[in-house]
Nanobody, 116 residues
Framework: QVQLVESGGGLVQPGGSLRLSCAAS????????MRWYRQAPGKERELVAT???????DYADSVKGRFTISRDNTKDTMYLQMNSLKPEDTAVYYC??????????WGKGTLVTVSS
């Protein structure tokens, strides 16, 4: 059983940057796909960004050009670099990792608040 722990959230002003980390308790090498989701107050959870084992990335239209997802297999960690943050980016951010036919893991989330 792999545990995922997010960190890096906090309060930031509009236009600022944050880098979220998702650290796994075991190897992430065999994760076929890793994702960041977010859930704003009163809204449904939404997919923010995806990175596959092969390095393919994809983003929600709302964050394209501002957010960058990456993974470091040597550190068993996934990242989300968030630039030009907007108040509408305020949410709890969750990491997710899929190992096909084995398990689908979730972290407990980290809160990002964008406000002046």
């Amino acid at each position: 059983q792999v545990q995922l722990v997010e960190s890096g959230g906090g309060l930031v002003q509009p236009g600022g940057s944050l880098r979220l980390s998702c650290a796994a308790s075991g190897s992430i090498f065999n994760f076929n796909r890793m994702r960041w989701y977010r859930q704003a107050p009163g809204k449904e959870r939404e997919l923010v960004a995806t990175i596959t084992k092969g390095g393919y990335t994809d983003y929600a239209d709302s964050v394209k050009g501002r957010f960058t997802i990456s993974r470091d297999n040597t550190k068993d960690t996934m990242y989300l670099q968030m630039n030009s943050l907007k108040p509408e980016d305020t949410a709890v951010y969750y990491c997710n990792a899929l190992q096909l036919d084995v398990a689908n893991y979730w972290g407990k989330g980290t809160l990002v608040t964008v406000s002046s």
